[in-house]
């Protein structure tokens, strides 16, 4: 990176790492996994900010020997990704809108925000029990794939499903994840337990349904959403 930026590793005044330090990530983490395994009784959220801590050392002491006196922040996951996208495209001080969507980082599975004159400024997020990737990543795991890696396997079957069978299960996985009416930049559920989660729905609702056809459905619908 630093040989097509021109720039030498003396150039490098900070590192931005993304992930929020301890304690404040730690408790949000804290938070998601208690609603996410509400049935745990055992889970104790002092536990996990120490290994996060711990996690956070070892990241540091990984980096380079160049890059142990530079200054390290931790900055929130996505706006990390919005950066990326904007200080690493941006060709002109004109706004720039910035749209980031994944899984899920620091509570968030997506984001809004709008790149001008050179600062980003954050207008919307989207939580992570409303991801639209862990409906891709449920998916992936109902058909038998490894989560979180083979989705492109599901993109790229979907160009042989039937467009007839595709429309009816976009139109199911529409019923559990569409656009807010009241805030349309953010995207709400509408099945009660948290996307992650929906696996035994899938089950349900998919057991008559081609691969090809899931597969053509999940990308229809999610051009359609996005």
Request: charged content about 25%; some cysteine; proline content about 5%.
């Amino acid at each position: 990176v630093l040989d097509i930026a021109g720039l030498s590793v003396n150039d490098v005044d900070l590192i931005a790492a993304a992930g929020l330090d301890a304690p404040e990530h730690g408790q949000r983490i804290c938070r998601y996994l208690q609603e996410t395994f509400s049935e745990v009784k055992f889970f104790a959220p002092r536990r996990l900010g120490g290994a996060l801590r711990d996690r956070i050392l070892r990241r540091r002491r990984q980096m380079p020997a160049w890059a142990q006196n530079v200054q390290v922040d931790f900055v929130e996951h996505h706006q990390a990704h919005a950066a990326s996208a904007y200080y690493g495209l941006r060709k002109d001080s004109q706004p720039y809108l910035v749209l980031t969507l994944d899984g899920g980082g620091d509570g968030l599975s997506g984001s809004v925000w709008i790149g001008k004159t050179g600062a980003l400024t954050p207008v919307a997020t989207i939580p992570q029990a409303d991801s639209l990737g862990e409906i891709y990543a449920a998916t992936t795991h109902y058909l038998g794939f490894m989560p979180l890696e083979h989705e492109y396997k599901l993109m790229g079957m979907a160009p042989y499903g039937a467009d007839k069978y595709a429309q009816d299960v976009a139109r199911l996985y529409a019923s559990y994840l569409d656009l807010d009416e009241r805030d349309p930049l953010r995207f709400v559920r509408s099945v009660p337990e948290q996307l992650s989660r929906i696996g035994p729905r899938l089950q349900h609702d998919l057991r008559r349904v081609r691969v090809d056809n899931i597969c053509a459905g999940l990308q229809v619908f999610t051009e359609n959403l996005i």
